[in-house]
C-alpha cells in the first residue's frame, strides 16, 4: 500500500488496539514507488501463527471499512500490501465481504468470531474472556487441545500421546550445583517397547522405549517441580514417538518439550547444573499447559 495510506489507517490508535488485541507487532518494508508491505509479527518467544493471521485479517478488514467510509474512500482507495505468511493484495481485498459492524481493531471486534470472521453462532465465552461460535472453538479444540485460539491460555486438560510407562524417583544426599544445604532428587522414568496406537504416527507399527534419568535439587522449589512433572507425566505429556534427535532413527521414544536435566554436571550446555533460571524455566512450559 501507498506509505500515506497506511499512515492515514492509523485513526484514532485503532492499529495500536489490533496490536495490543493479537500480541503483535507490524513489520513495515519499504518498496519501490513509495509503497510499504506490512507483515505482522507475534511478540511470544516461539511464535504464532494463528495470531499472526487474525492480525493481518484484522487490519485488512480496518482498511475495507476505512475505504467504504465515504470520508475516506478517496483518500485510501487503491490501497494494498497486507501480509502474514502470504501477501494479500488489492483485487483479494476486494472481493472480500466486509463484516456488518465494521472492521476490528477494538471498536466492534466482539460482534465477529476471531476465527471464522462471521458473527456468532451459539457463541461461548472462556475464562480469558475470550468468544468463539461453539462449532469453531470445538474445531479448534480438535486440532490444538483444548487451549484458546487468541491468548493461548490452556481451559481444559491436554493429554499428549505418550506411551504407557512408569515414573519413580529416589532421594540421596549429596548436592546439586548450584542449591546448597539440600540433597539430590533422582527421577526415573521407563516407557517398555510397544505398538503405536491411533494417536501415533505410524499406527500398528513397533516403537522403541526408553529408560531416561532427570535431576532436581531436594528443596521446596524441587518437590514442587516434582509434582507438577508427575502430573504432566500422568497426563502423557513428558514425552512422545518420533525421530531420535541424537541418532535420527524414527519410531523412538524422545522427550517432548518439557525440558529435564539429565546431568548433574555441565551447566545447560550439558543439559546439567548449575542453571540458576531452571526450575522457573520449566514451571512455566508446565504452564502453558495447563499445569501449575
Known sequence: M?????????????????????????QEVMRDGGKV???????????????????????LRLYQKSITSPLNLTQLQGASGFRDSTTMHEDESEKRPVPEGGATGGDSTEENCPICLSPFTDKKSLNCKHEFCNLCLQQAKESNGPICPVCRK????????????????????????????????????FIPNGTQT??????????TGTTRMAYLPDNKEGNEVLKLLKKAFDQKLIFTIGASRTTGYENQVTWNDIHHKTSLYGGPDSYGYPDPTYLSRVREE??????E
Open 286 to 291: 508446565l504452564k502453558a499447559k495447563g499445569i
Open 37 to 59: 508491505q506490512v507483515k505482522a509479527s507475534y511478540k511470544g518467544p516461539e511464535g504464532n501463527p494463528f495470531m499472526d493471521s487474525n492480525a493481518v485479517r484484522a487490519l
Open 2 to 26: 501507498e506509505e500515506k495510506t497506511w499512515k492515514a489507517l492509523d485513526v484514532d490508535g485503532k492499529i495500536t488496539k489490533i496490536k495490543e488485541k493479537f500480541d503483535v507487532d507490524f
Open 198 to 207: 491411533e494417536k501415533h504416527p505410524k499406527p500398528g507399527h513397533w516403537y
Open 154 to 189: 490452556v481451559f481444559g486438560i491436554i493429554q499428549g500421546d505418550q506411551p504407557d510407562g512408569s515414573m519413580t524417583w529416589t532421594r540421596s544426599s549429596g548436592q546439586v550445583p548450584g542449591f546448597s544445604n539440600c540433597g539430590i532428587i533422582t527421577i526415573t522414568y
